[in-house]
């Protein structure tokens, strides 16, 4: 950049003239108000979300939201309990949990522990493919692909299921699991491996005794970025599990999570004001809320690791 | 953790035993990795071989139909180029802004904290939420309507973490000594910004921006919030026009139960998928001549 320093002097003039002083407060106050956005941003949804579900809440009492077994907002008699959409949230991301997390930590080990460089370099763009491919896309796979496969394993199954959606978006966020828990990994220091290769360890030895309990925070806050990250999920559950608001755990059931929910009732345009538009807001409000409070502990874990080290 | 390594049973000497349970693991931790490929390559296979009878001429130049072989994507194909197009310029300046203020500005004080946090949170957001933002604030609120500028707005705050992300992370490639020397011959912090560090951290800000357009482009839910299911017959033609993008079209054609329209989804699904893939391959390029550049 400096190949001539002639010419930057040149570039940037002699003197501290009050223009370039003033050139770079401006430029300094605009920076600032870049930054501040993202602050503004946080402000938006809470005080959009906030104020839209106070409405709901002069109709429905907060109680009877959070407790109700029973959600039928638009057929009569009308029942906004949320419990059911809150119980298909939580089992759809349960099972690509149950998937995700041993299959994203192993691949985590191996690309880690075993994989040469070589291989490594071949393997990761798969996995970020795998991590930028769309949801609608995902539906599309679940709903056309896996759930036909699964009706061979079990007739009974109708077309949308909760167990479906779940192995898909399980399929989903193992590139998440498995990306942080494999940055946690490689960050644990060289001279932990080589003491217990000392003492005579096997390589999987090492793998599960040394390096993953010392990775271990970042490894557990990668799963609960990667649950938080399932809870959130739209467009694949909108499409494969279905929209009928049931409290079950049952996997073959059809189901509506939350975010199924919210574009139901956007799908035709709701009028401002109407009690179904204060209540996207309000099953909103619980989904961020719910959301918040796992990253927060994600960053949290990681945090308090990172000062430990 | 250091004490367990001592115990008898970490190190115990059935070596043939130990090494063959080794290889199990091996083989485990191997056929997983092969699970999120394989699901990859599946995935890519099954939308190859339903969507791509229907890709032709006729899809990509026509409107949407409820006759499966007359029916397009043209519309929503052009929705998403102006989507990208506006989130790229509202998100993409902002983005940077944050970045350098973190990077060349911000002392390392509670509210810097607070920032960061607050960014990394941003980044954690459903992407429906967002859509409920740009519906209350920008839709309503603001009464932009149901348009093409209420949707950037929205899908901008959305990528912004992203690109803000790269953006620190490009700054922060920048040799330190190149600011120095330039301190040392008088330059105030903005013309070191504006001389020394743009310029060589752009190839990476550049990255950070079409990785979070591919974003946009992807996302539907949001959209989905904003401007609702709608039929158009027209391409937009300024910001303050209806529109619809190609994952929602994508999502309308799922959710109809004929095979004909399940096709036109998976040929949509190649189109996007097409586009989203030479986006970060664009973004890949200049990523890996940045680094031979940096390495000569």
Redesign the interface.
């Known amino acids: ?2 190949n001539n ?1 002639a010419e ?2 040149n ?2 003039g ?1 003197g ?1 003239t009050t223009r ?2 003033i ?2 407060k401006i ?2 106050i ?6 501040a ?3 503004l ?2 402000i ?2 809470v005080f ?2 906030l ?2 579900a106070m409405y709901f809440f002069f109709d429905v009492s907060l109680w009877e939201f959070l407790t109700g077994t029973r959600w039928a907002p638009i057929l009569k008699p009308q029942s906004y309990g949320v419990l059911p959409l809150v119980t298909g949230t939580l089992l759809v991301s349960g099972i690509a949990a149950l998937f995700a997390i ?3 930590l ?2 985590a ?3 880690s522990e ?1 994989a040469p460089d070589r291989v490594r370099k071949v ?1 990761k763009p ?2 970020e ?2 991590a ?10 679940a ?3 896996v759930t036909p496969k699964l009706q061979i394993l079990f007739p009974d199954l109708i077309i949308f299921n909760a167990l479906s959606a779940g192995i898909v978006m399980g ?1 989903m966020i ?2 998440m699991v ?1 990306s942080l828990s494999e940055d946690a990994m490689v960050s644990v220091s060289r001279s932990l491996r080589e ?2 290769y000392a ?7 090492v ?4 390096v993953v ?2 990775a271990l925070s970042g490894i557990v806050s990668s799963f609960i ?1 990667a649950i ?2 399932a ?5 694949l559950v ?2 494969a599990a279905g929209a009928t608001p049931r409290m079950t755990l049952d996997p073959f059931q059809s189901i509506q999570t939350m ?1 199924a929910f ?2 139901q009732l ?4 709701t009028p ?1 004001g109407s009690l179904e538009y204060n209540t ?2 309000a099953v ?1 409000l619980l ?2 809320v719910m ?2 409070t796992m ?2 502990l994600g ?1 949290l874990i990681v945090r308090k690791w990172q000062q430990k080290a | 953790m250091d004490k367990n390594i001592f115990k008898k049973e970490h190190y115990n000497q059935h070596l043939t035993r130990r090494y063959s349970i080794g290889k199990i693991y091996f083989t485990i931790f191997f056929s997983c990795l092969m699970v999120g490929i394989i699901g990859l390559l599946i995935l890519l296979g099954q939308i190859f071989t339903q969507g791509v009878g229907m890709l032709t001429w006729t899809f990509i130049s026509s409107y949407p139909s409820r006759h499966p072989d007359q029916a397009g994507i043209l519309a929503a194909l052009v929705g998403s180029v102006w989507l990208m197009g506006l989130t790229g310029i509202l998100a993409v300046p902002f983005g940077i802004g944050t970045a350098i203020y973190l990077e060349e500005y911000a002392s390392k004080n509670k509210f810097t904290q607070f920032i960061e946090i607050n960014i990394s949170n941003l980044a954690g957001v459903p992407s429906i939420v967002y859509g409920l933002l740009g519906l209350a604030v920008f839709v309503e609120w603001l009464n932009m309507g149901r348009t093409l500028i209420a949707g950037a707005l929205t899908m901008a705050l959305l990528v912004m973490p992203i690109v803000i992300l790269a953006s620190r992370e490009a700054i922060r490639q920048v040799p330190i000594s190149h600011r120095e020397a330039a301190y040392a011959l008088g330059a105030t912090r903005w013309e070191v910004v504006k001389s020394i560090v743009l310029p060589s951290a752009i190839p990476g800000i550049m990255t950070g921006a079409i990785l979070s357009m591919s974003r946009a482009v992807g996302e539907a839910a949001p959209v989905l919030a904003i401007s609702a299911l709608v039929y158009l017959t027209f391409v937009p033609t300024d910001p303050l026009d209806r529109f619809t993008v190609m994952p929602i079209q994508i999502y309308n054609w799922i959710s109809r139960p004929q095979d004909e329209f399940r096709e036109l989804a998976a040929s949509g699904i190649i189109l996007l998928l097409v586009v989203l893939l030479s986006m970060n391959s664009v973004a890949i390029y200049i990523r890996s001549k940045y680094q031979t550049k940096s390495e000569e």
Do not use: D
């Not at chain 1, 930028?132 to 796979?141: K, L, R």
């Not at chain 1, 003492?199 to 030895?205: D, F, K, Q, V, Y």
């Not at chain 1, 956007?266 to 345009?269: H, K, N, Q, W």
């Open positions: 950049m400096l320093q930057f002097k570039k940037i002699t501290l370039r002083v050139a770079g430029a300094e605009v920076f600032f108000m870049c930054a956005i993202s602050i941003t946080t938006g949804i959009s979300l104020s839209q041993p299959i994203g192993a691949t080990v191996f690309l075993y393997m798969f996995l493919v795998l930028g491919i769309p949801t609608v896309v995902y539906g599309y796979f709903l056309t692909f399929l193992i590139p498995s003491g217990a003492l005579g360890a096997t390589r999987s030895e793998a599960w005794k040394v309990p010392a970025l938080s990250r809870i959130g999920e739209t467009m909108t499409i975010t919210i574009v956007s799908l035709g345009e401002h996207i807001f909103g989904l961020f959301t918040l990253n927060l960053h």
